[in-house]
């Protein structure tokens, strides 16, 4: 199995962090402008991207410290039973975010594709947290020329 993984330190509480991973209005704040469905441990997010995009089932939450949903559905097909974690702790001055994209099949360049593309909400999610200007898709940094 091959995973990406990401660290990031963001100048905001880790309530606040918590809060942009586990409702619609925070992860519209940084992921896609599209979400619906985030709730509590059972319910399936759906985030679109222009009318498509994939579905994750929350399967576990613990207050300020993790968040974990497990792919759900068929699409993206490479997802197919990947997990996403999201892990934080502060240091009093900013919270990490230790972010994790596991159980992928193979090492692809869609793999490379999602990781550098991790990297960028990531990037929006801080930015969202310190400036309260995250770029959610389609404001997004695109990485690919097309």
């Not at 679109?48 to 792919?71: I, M, S």
Request: proline share 3%.
């Amino acid at each position: 199995m091959h995973e990406i993984s990401h660290r990031v330190g963001i100048k905001a509480s880790v309530e606040k962090i918590y809060q942009a991973l586990t409702t619609n209005e925070g992860l519209t704040q940084w992921w896609t402008n599209d979400v619906s469905g985030a709730g509590s441990v059972g319910s399936i997010i759906k985030f679109r991207f222009n009318g498509g995009g994939p579905d994750f089932k929350v399967t576990e939450l613990e207050p300020n410290k993790t968040v974990r949903w497990q792919h759900s559905g068929n699409m993206p097909e490479a997802w197919v039973n990947t997990e996403i974690s999201f892990q934080l702790s502060t240091d009093g001055v900013q919270t990490f975010v230790r972010f994790s994209h596991t159980n992928w099949q193979e090492c692809s360049d869609f793999m490379a594709h999602c990781s550098t593309k991790w990297a960028v909400f990531l990037l929006s999610l801080k930015s969202a947290m310190e400036t309260n200007q995250g770029k959610p898709f389609p404001n997004d940094i695109s990485i690919d020329h097309s």
